[in-house]
């Protein structure tokens, strides 16, 4: 016998269910709302966005126009307001830039950028963006040469010719030439690897395929890459003589063989007359036939000066220099050369002695910047650091050849041998870099230790490696 549920009952059930029906239905229809808000949300903040990135866009265009220009043509203080259109030419936005000048000393600006809409003035966007141009120091060794780094040569941070590299010791990041493959002039036999080791075993000949040899190449290595301009460094050079006479130190030839400059911690420093140097020993020649050979190691001198350091940092001499001391959160550029330039007559920089920082962190910087050579003379400290940006346009860094004891007879001796040199910042040189020889003359150890503020922090008027400006970093800051 069938019997059917109270209609009450049905009734109440019904309701139940309508009523379930309904709240879940209200909140699928709720939900959706919601989610709709938060895309139309969500599509009003990409694009606030990238109206904000418009800013920093329009920015880097300003300054590859007018890069010394950070007050967006204006000459007064930001915020600078612009008006964001879309492709009909209809505002729909607009983004407020301000602009952080690079500090002394570097090239680094900061931009921040707010993004706004027109449609919903509540929304707002805010990126930030660190740009700066790097130096020519954004190598630790670069060359126009071809280089031989030999056992014993330990480099920390990236090296670059123009020609090709032979390194059997060990670098710790990127060593790169412009050449593909090249005739080593350090041994007979055919072409090899523009970036070649003949630590064991040593690489094969092109065309085979370079292996990775981490046990040498770290970081790896690379062929075949764009060259650098060296020939640009004569417009630096007028352009430090022009900004030491402006507002630096200027020097002109010294009458005598050039001076010597010793570097206080207190930014001063003491100039002196170099008058003679050392004279060679008897049988110490230069067997080698290289150009300018000598001692180059002071002798007698006579005091000029003590000096303030100049405010925009750049000491220029038209005349060989020697350099040494300690600086002390100074930021210095030397530069030696003398104009027209005639290669017969081209100005060198000296270094026997210590020349250092006190500080590691940036604060110090020096950049030393030779028409000529940059040299280690031949009396010069048998364990010698030098911080320092070396720059040699026209010549090499290093120490010339000085001959060891043969056939009962000093020669050299004992200066031949010196035990380790110390390199801290960069080495640019137009010839062949070194300061040890094949038959194991000069200095045993070799540290090249790159400073990587200089790549972004250079010295004043120092090269740079590119005109336009490059991003550092990118933020978006949320609100």
Not at 103 to 108: E, Y
Not at 174 to 198: K, L, M
Request: glycine share 10%; hydrophobic share 35%; net charge negative.
């Amino acid at each position: 016998m069938n019997r059917r549920p109270p209609s009450g009952q049905a009734l109440v059930q019904t309701l139940v269910f309508a009523s379930v029906g309904i709240a879940v239905l209200t909140g699928i229809v709720q939900w959706t709302l919601i989610m709709l808000k938060a895309g139309r949300a969500a599509q009003q903040r990409q694009l606030a966005v990238q109206v904000a990135e418009a800013g920093i866009e329009y920015y880097r265009w300003h300054l590859a126009h007018a890069p010394l220009d950070f007050q967006d043509g204006t000459g007064t203080a930001g915020p600078y307001v612009h008006e964001y259109k879309d492709a009909s030419g209809e505002v729909i936005g607009h983004f407020a830039l301000d602009i952080t000048p690079p500090p002394v000393g570097s090239t680094v600006v900061t931009i921040t950028s707010t993004g706004r809409l027109e449609s919903t003035a509540s929304v707002e966007e805010v990126i930030e963006v660190r740009m700066g141009k790097p130096s020519l120091a954004k190598y630790s060794v670069v060359a126009n040469d071809e280089m031989n780094f030999g056992p014993g040569t330990e480099v920390f941070g990236s090296i670059h010719s123009n020609s090709g590299i032979r390194f059997d010791g060990l670098v710790h990041n990127v060593v790169t030439s412009a050449q593909v493959e090249y005739n080593d002039p350090d041994h007979s036999g055919s072409n090899e690897h523009g970036v070649h080791t003949h630590v064991f075993p040593t690489d094969p000949l092109p065309p085979a395929t370079l292996p990775a040899r981490t046990d040498v190449f770290e970081a790896g290595r690379y062929v075949g890459v764009p060259a650098i301009d060296f020939a640009g460094l004569s417009a630096n050079l007028a352009q430090m003589k022009s900004d030491a006479q402006l507002d630096g130190r200027y020097f002109a030839a010294s009458g005598a063989l050039g001076y010597r400059i010793v570097f206080q911690t207190n930014d001063t420093f003491d100039l002196y007359v170099v008058n003679s140097v050392i004279p060679v020993p008897n049988g110490c020649t230069s067997v080698l036939g290289q150009h300018d050979w000598g001692t180059w190691s002071v002798n007698t001198q006579s005091f000029l000066q003590n000096y303030d350091l100049p405010h925009n940092g750049i000491l220029f001499v038209e005349d060989n220099v020697w350099v040494e001391g300690q600086i002390d959160t100074a930021r210095v550029t030397v530069a030696a050369a003398r104009f027209p330039d005639n290669p017969a007559k081209r100005m060198h920089i000296t270094v026997n002695e210590d020349l250092l920082y006190t500080n590691y962190d940036g604060q110090d910087v020096i950049a030393l910047v030779a028409q000529g050579n940059f040299n280690v003379g031949m009396i010069s400290s048998n364990t010698l650091r030098i911080d320092a940006a070396l720059i040699a346009q026209n010549g090499r860094i290093g120490r010339y050849y000085y001959r060891p004891p043969t056939n009962g007879q000093n020669r050299c001796s004992p200066y031949h041998l010196r035990q380790m040199i110390t390199l801290y910042g960069m080495i640019g040189t137009n010839e062949r870099y070194g300061f040890a020889y094949s038959d194991g003359t000069g200095y045993q150890i070799r540290n090249i230790i790159y400073d990587g503020n200089l790549l972004y922090g250079p010295p004043p008027s120092f090269p740079l490696a590119a005109d336009q400006y490059q991003t550092i970093t990118w933020k978006r800051k949320r609100n």
